[in-house]
């Protein structure tokens, strides 16, 4: 990896002050949200209408969440929501992404002090 080779020079202060300051970018946890937003044009079904002339409704707007293997969910996400939605989805992407970059800072720390505890018995 990368980042733990980068991270493997750093000091251990330094490492603690970049943790904190990811934990401190980290967004709202009430405004998260995991799940895809998926514009799509429709067709309504009524032979007189437009759409069966081939220009379609829309766009809408719709939230997909994957639930598992097969398993999907999701809702028509009004106009006036699109664009809080689209933040949440970003947010989600984001926490995501600096949770890991802190999980990858705190093995680094476990594998110092692991490291200290072994030279430690050596002495002894």
Avoid: F
């Avoid at 989805?89 to 990858?104: A, R």
């Amino acid at each position: 990896m990368k980042a733990s080779s980068s991270l493997a020079r750093l000091s251990e202060p330094a490492l603690r002050q970049r943790r904190q300051g990811l934990a401190k970018l980290l967004p709202p946890s009430t405004e998260i949200l995991r799940g895809s937003l998926v514009e799509r044009y429709v067709t309504c079904g009524n032979p007189v209408c437009r759409c069966a002339k081939g220009e379609r409704h829309g766009p809408i707007w719709y939230l997909t969440v994957t639930l598992g293997p097969g398993r999907t969910t999701g809702g028509i996400v009004p106009d006036e929501n699109v664009a809080q939605v689209r933040n949440w989805i970003e947010n989600y992407h984001k926490l995501k992404d600096d949770l890991e970059k802190i999980s990858e800072i705190n093995r680094e720390l476990l594998r110092r002090e692991r490291a200290k505890q072994r030279k430690r018995k050596t002495k002894d």
